[in-house]
């Protein structure tokens, strides 16, 4: 964090001037720079991050917010960043123009992560023996202010963040009547917490404006064009309402980060949209596993009996469901496992980003296993496969993974509205009782009858005696019984293998940029496409054009093929330190092996399109 | 063939008695539900000559087919070992999952809460549920699902040939695996700490305490843990062993006499005061407990864990119902589930409108 705040971000579309010499010479730098909140966590400073950054989009400018939280509930240091990017991008950068420092224990790195020309703005009662010639500064009264709100004490602490709120919203120019509208929103439509942070905001602005004199150039303005008639939302949420949407009857989940907000995201939905109006019953279960092991057990076993049926977790929770994915692959059961991703091995970084699940949820389990992986890249992806996740898992019989992020999971998100799912539900190949009795005996749970790998099932409780099949993770032959025969093993993971290539037709294809006489293609998959959408438009203003494929799901099809053939020099980019998805991309298509290169980073953060640039800039230079 | 939906598989009836017992002419050699025994049949045992485990799938058909039990509306339920090869072995007409070792439970749940008109039995043993999957076996428990849990308890670790399982006695020798020197898991008792509402232990080779036993599991509302001890004729039926025929016969302490009694029959049984005690299930059927040699009282917690406390220092082994209370809501009634299944709710139930998400989305900020 802190090598990556003090690199140089040339990349800036507004260079800002250095060193801070008075307002007069300094032309203004509007809705096109980084502020960051350092602060310590459960402080309560999420609130005022959030009202800051739901305010700016509410005035119409484009912004990202990117909580760098520790694992930790109280006192660990914490940075919110909030991007405001008048062109539209949203991947995160390096660079803090304006710090607001708030934390003793890291004011001087904070301190010297301040841009050239930038602002710190600081707590009184900080201990700052340094100074800067660059940098403008203003000191804020804090508990003076918090104390002369007269909120109730239990609250003060909490209710000091909304002094830089306040004082920052006067510097900038942000309006007080959108923090207003975001703390409405954050309270729920309470009016009682909305007036005590806001009378904090007020007096903190209005002290501002006695006390302090502005010398930075950075300000907001109203602006539109970008954000009309986008959503902020959460991944998380997001991927919630799509499993809500996709019709998901049961869900059985084990709390880990970042993944413990889908499941309160299903909560906190369900019972509203999925009360049945007659019988005023919930049309869902949600079960708290003991662990993940049991949460995936659940899932296969309502899955097995009807149910539309999954599970979130995060690295850690899917390798303890290694087992039974294995069982839900071998004995055909839908399931959906949402993998929001954090920085492994081990126990890792809980609470950074990462895309280091790709191999391990592709052939999740022992022996000969693949699975269906979907690879949402925005909230807006994730609303969409939340709900396909569950048409592909009950029509291909089989666990579907999406693989999100914490990124993309936990923060905040401009977001296109989602579109309401067209398509019926598919519920897969099931036999009633009466279908059963037409086939005359002719029925098999493993046959392949329609040539696509996928046989018929049968759900418990047909009322017809010959419906009943024995479901098992042992061999077993077309007709689900027991089989220690070589032919028939042979038969039946050829007929998985053809099903693999069944999903492969059904999966979401890439989309694909294809540029004209583009000699540099990009393969990417998941959170990494906000910053490349920013590094390719750098890239090109360098003279490096470049066509980009985003994989949306795994197995990859042949537009994978054609796009690696097209281009000179391929790179897949991608936040893990093995290159994981360069390694499939290269497996899929040998014999383009030699023109795929690795482009992968690891350090926790979200990827930025500065380092993208700086990566590929000198990797074309040594071709 | 459907390829879109759920549609057909009718939501199943009730498991037990679904017909008044009298007034009704029904055939000889048929039970209520107009099926004969060898529809409760089903594939051919690979588990060796004299296994106990056989015993018990031979009680849980007999049990079933004397309910009439609807085979279509069972499913069986098992993790891995010997015991959980035995849903194969017993009414083939059912839906049967063989699942992974020591989780079971886990399957079971979600099953059994997306169809919760559906009667379960789970067959597991004590290294399936003892050892790998004590974890899930107690919060089964807890979570109160309605299901059969049938522990084939051989106190050893048959399909790997021989090992000691968590419910071998101390000091018990085995040819290969040499001295246990620790003491056994009492699953029983562990069941009982976690609040199970039906705990019974019984001996596999004793069909007229077996039987009933698992009529009144499968009344009861919730998780009834039946722990069978079964001979393993192969690798742990040495005279000494608790778990052998020879002991079993010679030290089975019976606390009760056991009578099932199906909601719809009359109670006939003799009651002799001071002697018997009755106990009714929530379906209206009642067990009739008849005191052998002292008057345990099944509805007492403290009194069960004592008295099987006791018996492990004598190494005896009780049997009968150890334990019984049907207060305690099951996992559907805590969901609430509704009476149609989950699983075959259709779109019309699972997808919300299109103006719901219109709605929330404008509230998105």
């Keep these: ?623 | 063939m459907t390829t879109t939906s759920n549609g057909g598989a009718k939501t199943a009836s009730p498991i037990v008695g679904s017909q008044p017992m009298k007034g009704v002419n029904k055939p000889a050699n048929v039970n209520i539900v107009g099926l004969s025994k060898i529809d409760y049949k089903g594939g051919e045992s690979t588990l060796c000559n004299g296994c106990g485990h056989d015993s018990i799938s031979a009680q849980i058909i007999t049990a079933c087919y004397e309910l009439g039990v609807k085979p279509e509306s069972l499913i069986k339920f098992s993790g891995i070992g010997c015991s959980s090869k035995s849903p194969a072995y017993f009414m083939s007409r059912s839906f049967g999952f063989n699942s992974l070792h020591g989780r079971m439970p886990s399957v079971a749940q979600g099953a059994l809460v997306a169809n919760h008109t559906l009667q379960g039995i789970g067959v597991s043993g004590d290294g399936d549920t003892g050892s790998i999957g004590l974890g899930q076996f107690i919060h089964l428990v807890r979570r109160n699902l309605r299901m059969v849990y049938i522990i084939e308890n051989n106190g050893v670790y048959g399909l790997t040939k021989g090992q000691f399982s968590a419910t071998s006695d101390i000091g018990q020798e085995l040819k290969h695996a040499g001295k246990n020197e620790l003491p056994p898991i009492d699953l029983c008792r562990e069941a009982i700490v976690a609040d199970c509402g039906f705990v019974a232990r019984s001996f596999a080779g004793d069909p007229k305490q077996v039987v009933p036993l698992i009529k009144a599991a499968l009344a009861h509302r919730g998780t009834a843990v039946l722990d069978i001890i079964s001979p393993c004729v192969t690798f742990n039926n040495r005279d000494d062993s608790t778990k052998s025929y020879a002991w079993g016969k010679e030290h089975d302490e019976r606390i009760n006499d056991f009578g099932f009694v199906m909601s719809q029959e009359e109670i006939q049984i003799e009651q002799v005061p001071g002697q018997t005690k009755e106990v009714e299930m929530h379906d209206g059927s009642r067990i009739i407990l008849k005191a052998v040699d002292k008057s345990h009282d099944p509805t007492d917690m403290q009194a069960a864990l004592h008295l099987l406390t006791e018996s492990h220092k004598k190494q005896q082994f009780i049997t009968g119902l150890l334990y019984i209370n049907e207060d305690r809501p099951n996992l559907a009634e805590v969901h609430q589930l509704t009476d149609k299944p989950l699983s075959h709710l259709q779109q019309d139930k699972l997808r919300p409108s299109r103006e719901s998400l219109q709605k929330i989305m404008s509230t998105m900020f």
Excluded at chain 1, 148 to 163: C, H
Excluded at chain 1, 412 to 427: A, G, I, L, T, V
Aim: aromatic content about 8%; some cysteine; proline content about 6%.
């Design chain 1, 1 to 623: 964090m802190l090598r990556d705040l003090t690199a140089p971000d040339n990349l800036s579309s507004q260079p800002v001037q250095a060193p801070a010499s008075g307002v007069a010479e300094r032309a203004p730098v509007i809705n096109d720079f980084s502020i960051t909140a350092a602060t310590k966590n459960g402080s309560g400073s999420q609130t005022a991050n959030l009202a800051l950054l739901r305010a700016f989009f509410k005035m119409g400018i484009p912004v990202s917010g990117k909580n760098q939280f520790p694992s930790n509930i109280q006192g660990r240091p914490t940075w919110y960043t909030i991007r405001l990017s008048k062109d539209g991008y949203i991947g995160r950068r390096e660079t803090t123009e304006i710090m607001i420092a708030l934390n003793n224990d890291t004011v001087l790195d904070d301190h010297s992560n301040v841009a050239p020309g930038g602002v710190f703005m600081y707590a009184d009662d900080l201990k700052l023996p340094v100074s800067r010639t660059d940098i403008s500064y203003y000191k804020i009264p804090v508990k003076e202010m918090a104390k002369a709100s007269e909120a109730d004490p239990k609250l003060r602490s909490y209710i000091a963040n909304m002094v830089y709120v306040g004082a920052i919203a006067q510097l900038i120019g942000l309006e007080q009547k959108e923090i207003e509208a975001a703390l409405l929103f954050h309270f729920k439509g309470k009016q009682k917490p909305v007036d005590s942070n806001m009378k904090v905001v007020r007096a903190a602005a209005e002290w501002a404006a006695k006390n302090l004199v502005k010398d930075d150039p950075f300000k907001v303005e109203r602006m539109t064009g970008k954000n009309d008639g986008l959503l902020m939302i959460d991944g998380n949420t997001a991927s919630a309402l799509g499993a809500i949407y996709g019709g998901v009857s049961f869900v059985a989940w084990y709390p880990i980060t970042p993944a413990t907000s889908v499941a309160d995201g299903l909560n906190d939905y369900l019972p509203r949209l999925r009360t049945d109006p007659e019988t005023k019953k919930p049309t869902y279960a949600v079960v708290q596993s003991e662990d993940e092991l049991a949460a995936l057990g659940m899932v296969l076993g309502a899955g097995w009996a009807g149910a539309r049926s999954m599970t979130s977790t995060s690295g850690p929770g899917i390798s303890l469901m290694a087992e039974f994915t294995g069982l839900g692959y071998f004995a055909e059961i839908p399931a959906v496992i949402v993998d929001v991703q954090r920085m492994g091995p081990a126990t890792g970084l809980p609470t950074r980003v990462s895309q280091g699940d790709i191999l391990k949820a592709y052939w999740l389990g022992h022996g000969d296993t693949k699975h269906p992986v979907l690879l949402p890249s925005s909230p807006y992806e994730c609303f969409e496969f939340g709900w396909r996740a569950l048409d592909l898992a009950e029509r291909l019989q089989t666990p579907v993974f999406v693989l999100t992020d914490l990124d993309i999971g936990m923060n905040q998100w401009m977001s296109k509205p989602f579109d309401y799912p067209e398509d019926q539900m598919d519920r897969g190949k099931v036999l009633s009782g009466e279908e059963v009795t037409a086939l005359k005996g002719g029925w098999g749970r493993y046959k392949d009858t329609d040539g696509d790998g996928i046989g018929y099932r049968t759900l418990p409780g047909t009322d017809h005696p010959q419906a009943a099949y024995f479901t098992r993770g042992s061999g077993h032959n077309e007709r689900a019984a027991l089989s220690e025969r070589s032919e028939d093993w042979e038969n039946n993971m050829e007929r998985l293998t053809r099903k693999f290539e069944t999903a492969r037709r059904l999966v979401p294809p890439p989309v694909v940029d294809m540029q004209q006489d583009a000699e540099v293609g990009i393969i990417a998959c998941g959170s990494t496409d906000f910053a490349i959408q920013e590094a390719r438009t750098l890239l090109s203003k360098q003279g490096i054009k470049t066509s980009y494929l985003r994989l949306r799901a795994l197995p990859m099809n042949d537009d994978v093929t054609m796009f690696l053939a097209a281009h000179k020099r391929n790179y897949v980019i991608e936040l893990n330190s093995d290159a994981q998805l360069c390694q499939l991309v290269r497996l899929h298509a040998p014999q383009s092996a030699d023109k795929v290169h690795k482009c992968n980073h690891n350090d926790g953060l979200p990827l930025t399109a500065h380092w993208i640039t700086g990566e590929i800039g000198y990797l074309e230079s040594k071709k």
